[in-house]
Nanobody, 117 residues
């Protein structure tokens, strides 16, 4: 089973930046679809961004142009660079790894991002 460990969350002022990291265990990282999701208090978990093994990316409209997802297959790590952060970006951010052919659908424990002055 794939295990995911997120890091990089914290408190930042509006307009600031944070970089989240998600380290994955195992040897199939390069063929997994990796994603970042977030869940704010009282709201459903929502997609932020995904990146495929061939580096195809998808972004939520609310973060497009401000957030960048990337991956380093040699280090089994996916990143989320978040710029121009807004208070509405405040949420717990979760890393997700999927490979349906192999029956993989794993989640990290989440990392808190708080955007506040």
């Amino acid at each position: 089973q794939v295990q995911l460990v997120e890091s990089g969350g914290g408190l930042v002022q509006p307009g600031g930046s944070l970089r989240l990291s998600c380290a994955a265990s195992g040897s199939i990282f390069s063929i997994m679809l990796m994603g970042w999701f977030r869940q704010a208090p009282g709201k459903q978990r929502e997609l932020v961004a995904t990146i495929s093994g061939i580096l195809s990316t998808v972004y939520a409209a609310s973060v497009k142009g401000r957030f960048t997802i990337s991956r380093d297959n040699a280090k089994n790590t996916v990143f989320l660079q978040m710029n121009s952060l807004r208070p509405e970006d405040t949420a717990v951010y979760y890393c997700n790894a999927v490979n349906r052919a192999l029956g993989v659908d794993a989640w990290g424990q989440g990392t808190q991002v708080t955007v506040s002055s």
